[in-house]
């Protein structure tokens, strides 16, 4: 499965060099080499701790919905409802993360994560990093678990999370997944107190939900960064081919980087490593060819005996006859012992 926009300026969607790594991915590292989902939730800024009464308003969107390399990543972000616009729109400029350079993306993050700035006084955010494998894994399995169940089961559990912390959310803003209304009337029945406003572009209408993209968007950037660092020093110590070690670019189906790296990369067996998406048409039309594939894979088939009685398991090494529960355990318990 793709799911591509024809509109992705590329440009935008690839991560910088040496892209700032906020904690959503510097304490998972590891994690994240290894092609492990996790969630990260920053503290309560002290605006809204010092007052647990505070009303907030909160906004979701995600990064990485379309690549066939790298995590999707599904980001909140949530501040005092008086502080919405002033801080977010006037002060800040927060806009859709897809038409806000890398750069700019990168300085907005920091400064969210620096201890004293007005961002992060103000605003408490959290990441859920879907990793490739995992999506793929759901979505091959043998009760196939789709891409839209999987980032609306990632939302839910992001903003009960921010709740049983006791952070008292009154409006809800996100960017939809499907039907706006089926979302939303989902949502609803959750909260049904809370505010809620499921809309197509909402990074673009409503100035929490921008800041969520950003969220996200830096996110995935620095999780894509840290695989493409580990990835490239494993060839390096390898003395792998300078072939196999261009850039994948942004990691979507669309870029001609990512077109070139993948058949360059690929095992004809195993495909790629933990960083891609295995369920996507760009990848199984690589490991599936129509005619003449490279490698031919029969895989054995298990005899599921259901005639089996508990006593075939104890046949005697005798074929003739005898005991079988006396010989199986060694001699016979009859025989002669020499006295001395």
């Known amino acids: 499965m793709d799911t591509q926009d024809t509109e992705l300026d590329i440009a935008l969607e690839t991560p910088l060099s040496g892209v700032f790594v906020p904690p959503s991915v510097a304490h998972y590292k590891p994690d994240i080499l290894a092609g492990k989902s996790n969630s990260h939730h920053a503290a309560i800024p002290s605006q809204i701790a010092n007052d647990m009464t505070t009303e907030c308003v909160l906004g979701v969107d995600e990064a ?146 921008s800041a969520a993209s950003i969220c996200a968007k830096v996110t995935r950037d620095a999780a894509l960064e840290a695989c493409w660092e580990s990835y490239q020093s494993a060839a390096a110590d390898g003395g792998g081919d300078a072939d196999k070690q261009i850039g994948w670019g942004s990691g979507y189906p669309s870029d001609p980087r990512t077109k070139t790296w993948l058949p360059h990369n690929m095992d004809p067996v195993f495909g790629w490593g933990a960083e891609c998406r295995h369920s996507w048409g760009t990848a199984k039309e690589l490991l599936e060819p129509q005619q003449n594939p490279p490698v031919k894979v029969d895989w054995p088939v298990e005899d599921d005996r259901n005639d089996m009685r508990v006593t075939d398991f104890f046949a005697s090494r005798d074929e003739s006859g005898g005991d079988e529960l006396v010989d199986w355990f060694g001699k016979r318990v009859t025989e002669e012992m020499e006295v001395f």
């Open 64 to 209: 990485g919905r379309g690549p066939v390399l790298g995590p999707m990543v599904y980001a909140l972000l949530y501040l005092p409802v008086e502080l919405h616009r002033s801080l977010l729109a006037d002060t800040h400029h927060f806009d859709d993360s897809k038409v806000t350079s890398p750069e700019v993306r990168s300085r907005l993050m920091q400064k969210l994560c620096t201890e004293g700035s007005d961002l992060h006084t103000a605003c408490g955010w959290a990441t859920r990093l879907m990793s490739a494998r995992d999506i793929s894994a759901h979505m091959l399995g043998p009760t196939p678990y789709n891409l839209n169940a999987q980032a609306m089961d990632a939302t839910i559990a992001l903003i009960k999370d921010v709740m049983a912390q006791g952070v008292n959310v009154t409006e809800i803003y996100i960017d939809t997944i499907g039907r706006p209304e089926t979302y939303q009337t989902k949502l609803e029945r959750i909260w049904p107190t809370v505010r809620i406003t499921v809309a197509k572009k909402a990074d673009s209408l409503y100035p929490v939900v």
